[in-house]
């Protein structure tokens, strides 16, 4: 119905202004208000479609410092070269579609190492492992020969793949 579609896109939107704070702060938390930071990094459309401000940039806050606590994501952000938001276009084996699609954020330890984190704010579902599959291709065309390490992180606790 209507209720679950608006609770989907209320989802989406979340995990992207979750992204927005890790690319903004990094896993230092900042020294401000995490909430009002959310709030800004809404854009003017998003922020009307919003039905609870405050609710959501608490939800927003709180992911995202379960994301800063979570141990692989906080040894893997004091790498040298992280990535935020690639965008990729890639054409399937054989087939003439190409997939769209934005990495989360890459991690590029080394010359031979390259982490694709992929960060959920809802609950596992059975698609995100083939999506952090196929970026984990993708990171693979954009580093040759480098070990590439897949990884999903679930903001919700109790919520590991």
Do not use: W
């Not at 202004?17 to 003017?44: I, K």
């Not at 994301?67 to 990535?83: G, Q, T």
Request: charged share 20%; aromatic share 4%; with cysteine.
């Amino acid at each position: 119905g209507a209720a679950d579609t608006a609770g989907a896109e209320s989802e989406r939107l979340l995990g992207t202004v979750v992204h927005r704070l890790m690319q903004a702060l990094g896993t230092s938390g900042g020294s401000g208000d995490v909430s009002a930071m959310a709030l800004q990094l809404l854009r003017p459309d998003e922020s009307a479609g919003l039905a609870d401000r405050d609710g959501f940039a608490a939800r927003a806050a709180s992911a995202y410092a379960a994301l800063c606590n979570h141990p692989d994501v906080r040894s893997l952000y004091s790498a040298a070269d992280i990535l935020h938001e690639v965008p990729f276009v890639v054409r399937l084996d054989g087939q003439g579609t190409s997939v769209r699609g934005t990495i989360d954020c890459l991690v590029h330890a080394g010359p031979a190492d390259v982490t694709v984190l992929e960060f959920k704010t809802g609950r596992p579902r059975p698609e995100h492992a083939g999506q952090v599959q196929l970026y984990a291709s993708v990171a693979s065309q954009l580093f040759p020969g480098a070990r590439v390490t897949p990884k999903l992180i679930y903001t919700e606790l109790g919520a590991l793949p």
